[in-house]
């Protein structure tokens, strides 16, 4: 028996809206037209927003139900609250739909049976480090069980090669947590077959140091969050990581190569590079390997991993991610001419400005 895992950032699943944000009166535009009076301004903005985020949550629905996964890690989640209003409201219903059209003709008790495969019963979001309070959530048809491990300080890899230096210079010290939002561990059983699923948001490639590079200025921050969660892979399989089955996927926020040819300033050398876990995304061809593109720098790149242990990898050596891609805007250069949902737009609307990565595995007793 096989399970399908999925993994998708769906951008700012908020439920609350955010009034924080400092806008000179110059500033004070909402589409076209500019608002004088904050208070009004903030008011049509949030009108705005929300006409805005129902055409993308309908957008992301379509791409979440395409994925069709037994399992999907989440990332940007906002609550609990918004989970169970984006599934209510927008994916059940696309849901509902498919059920319908592929069990005509089916007896009751089938129909019954038969909706475990289609619906999401089972909806989690976990608090994490986050300042901005996005999370990372599951989807799942069959129950899961979850452990946060926001709580992890960097006393947890104070035997790791840390760029020290570049930490102190940002304030950071070993009594911190080390993860930016969290890395949430996920276990089930697959057909007899133990699985363990660690669900990453990684860093943000935010411009905050000598460098004036994203990439470069944030890498000691993703390396510390990579080398914990190997180090929780570890102590999880007691010397054997490499034998057990289990899965690290998520947005990463960092990339190893650029259609193949290898990039600068990688965080993830220590979750790829003695081959700890296997990304079979290298199974797809060089220049279309991506899940993101970065208008600023024409890019186009892999952020969203779904890395398998070595075990769970040679028992499926013919495993090819599947990248959904019709959820992206028209401004993609490499999908100039391919197809899209329902009135996406040049920027936006968009389903999210990353793809679900999803694939089918066979989990080894």
């Given at each position: 028996m096989s399970i399908r895992i999925a993994t998708f950032n769906l951008e700012n699943l908020y439920s609350r809206f955010d009034f924080a944000g400092r806008v000179s009166r110059e500033g004070r535009v909402v589409g076209a037209y500019a608002v004088a009076d904050k208070a009004d301004y903030e008011s049509v903005r949030m009108a705005f927003e929300a006409v805005a985020s129902d055409d993308m949550r309908q957008l992301t629905a379509l791409a979440l139900a395409d994925a069709n996964a037994d399992v999907v890690c989440l990332q940007e989640v906002d609550n609990q609250q918004a989970l169970d209003v984006f599934y209510s409201n927008y994916l059940h219903p696309v849901l509902r739909q498919r059920f319908a059209q592929a069990t005509k003709g089916w007896s009751d008790?089938?129909?019954?049976?038969?909706?475990?495969?289609?619906?999401?019963?089972?909806r989690h979001v976990l608090t994490g480090n986050d300042t901005r309070g996005i999370d990372v959530g599951v989807l799942s048809r069959e129950p899961v069980a979850l452990k946060s491990n926001a709580g992890l300080t960097y006393d947890f890899i104070a035997d790791a090669p840390l760029d020290w230096v570049a930490l102190s210079a940002r304030n950071i010290k070993r009594e911190d947590r080390i993860l930016r939002r969290d890395c949430v561990a996920m276990d089930c059983v697959v057909d007899g077959g133990p699985l363990t699923i660690f669900n990453c948001h990684f860093k943000s490639m935010n411009p905050n140091g000598p460098h004036r590079d994203g990439?470069?200025?944030?890498?000691?921050?993703?390396?510390?969050e990579v080398w914990a969660v190997r180090k929780l892979i570890e102590q999880r399989f007691a010397g054997a990581p490499r034998d057990a089955n289990w899965i690290v996927c998520g947005d990463f926020n960092d990339f190893c190569e650029v259609d193949g040819t290898p990039a600068r300033h990688s965080a993830l050398g220590p979750l790829l590079a003695d081959?700890?876990?296997?990304?079979?995304?290298?199974?797809?061809?060089?220049?279309?390997?991506w899940t993101h593109y970065y208008p600023e720098g024409d890019a186009h790149v892999q952020l969203d991993y779904i890395l398998l242990s070595p075990r769970l990898a040679a028992a499926n050596p013919d495993a090819v991610p599947d990248v959904l891609r019709k959820g992206l805007p028209w401004r993609t250069p490499r999908l100039e001419n391919a197809p899209r949902y329902p009135r996406i737009g040049w920027a936006r609307p968009k389903a999210s400005d990353h793809c679900p990565v999803v694939i089918e595995l066979e989990v080894p007793a």
């Amino acid at each position: 028996m096989s399970i399908r895992i999925a993994t998708f950032n769906l951008e700012n699943l908020y439920s609350r809206f955010d009034f924080a944000g400092r806008v000179s009166r110059e500033g004070r535009v909402v589409g076209a037209y500019a608002v004088a009076d904050k208070a009004d301004y903030e008011s049509v903005r949030m009108a705005f927003e929300a006409v805005a985020s129902d055409d993308m949550r309908q957008l992301t629905a379509l791409a979440l139900a395409d994925a069709n996964a037994d399992v999907v890690c989440l990332q940007e989640v906002d609550n609990q609250q918004a989970l169970d209003v984006f599934y209510s409201n927008y994916l059940h219903p696309v849901l509902r739909q498919r059920f319908a059209q592929a069990t005509k003709g089916w007896s009751d008790d089938a129909r019954k049976a038969g909706d475990t495969r289609f619906f999401y019963d089972h909806r989690h979001v976990l608090t994490g480090n986050d300042t901005r309070g996005i999370d990372v959530g599951v989807l799942s048809r069959e129950p899961v069980a979850l452990k946060s491990n926001a709580g992890l300080t960097y006393d947890f890899i104070a035997d790791a090669p840390l760029d020290w230096v570049a930490l102190s210079a940002r304030n950071i010290k070993r009594e911190d947590r080390i993860l930016r939002r969290d890395c949430v561990a996920m276990d089930c059983v697959v057909d007899g077959g133990p699985l363990t699923i660690f669900n990453c948001h990684f860093k943000s490639m935010n411009p905050n140091g000598p460098h004036r590079d994203g990439r470069a200025d944030s890498q000691p921050l993703r390396a510390a969050e990579v080398w914990a969660v190997r180090k929780l892979i570890e102590q999880r399989f007691a010397g054997a990581p490499r034998d057990a089955n289990w899965i690290v996927c998520g947005d990463f926020n960092d990339f190893c190569e650029v259609d193949g040819t290898p990039a600068r300033h990688s965080a993830l050398g220590p979750l790829l590079a003695d081959g700890f876990a296997i990304d079979p995304m290298s199974r797809r061809a060089a220049n279309d390997r991506w899940t993101h593109y970065y208008p600023e720098g024409d890019a186009h790149v892999q952020l969203d991993y779904i890395l398998l242990s070595p075990r769970l990898a040679a028992a499926n050596p013919d495993a090819v991610p599947d990248v959904l891609r019709k959820g992206l805007p028209w401004r993609t250069p490499r999908l100039e001419n391919a197809p899209r949902y329902p009135r996406i737009g040049w920027a936006r609307p968009k389903a999210s400005d990353h793809c679900p990565v999803v694939i089918e595995l066979e989990v080894p007793a």
